[in-house]
Nanobody, 125 residues
Framework: VQLQASGGGLVQAGGSLRVSCAVS????????MAWFRQIPGKEREFVAGITWSGRTTSYVSSVKGRFTISRDNAKNTVYLQMNSLKPEDTAGYYC???????????????????WGQGTQVTVSS
């Protein structure tokens, strides 16, 4: 499977942005998906995840109530809607996929087999 992230950009604090992750060479409906973010020199951080069924989602505490992960299996695409953005949300955002038919969201990078190339989100103050 291949993952292609897009939709990043520059936005002012308080603004919104939606990043997308298009899945190819595979069927999205059989993958658990997640978004991680990373700043140069720091470890990759879990942001949000959704199980293959879509029934369970999970978020890092710093984005709860502001970010929403969703999936559209018909379009083979996963989204991360980001509202009320803050300068500390600035990072490269990476989507990840795993074939395990889990019922819980894994929050560590080692839990995912496939990764996209990342899309940069920059929030100005």
């Amino acid at each position: 499977v291949q993952l292609q992230a897009s939709g990043g950009g520059l936005v002012q604090a308080g603004g919104s942005l939606r990043v997308s992750c298009a899945v190819s060479r595979g069927t999205l409906s059989t993958y658990s998906m997640a978004w991680f973010r990373q700043i140069p020199g720091k470890e990759r951080e879990f942001v949000a995840g959704i199980t293959w069924s879509g029934r369970t989602t999970s978020y890092v505490s710093s984005v709860k109530g502001r970010f929403t992960i969703s999936r559209d299996n018909a379009k083979n695409t996963v989204y991360l809607q980001m509202n009320s953005l803050k300068p500390e949300d600035t990072a490269g955002y990476y989507c990840a996929a795993d074939r395990s038919l889990r019922t819980v969201v894994i929050t560590t990078p080692s839990g995912y087999e496939y990764w996209g190339q990342g899309t940069q989100v920059t929030v100005s103050s």
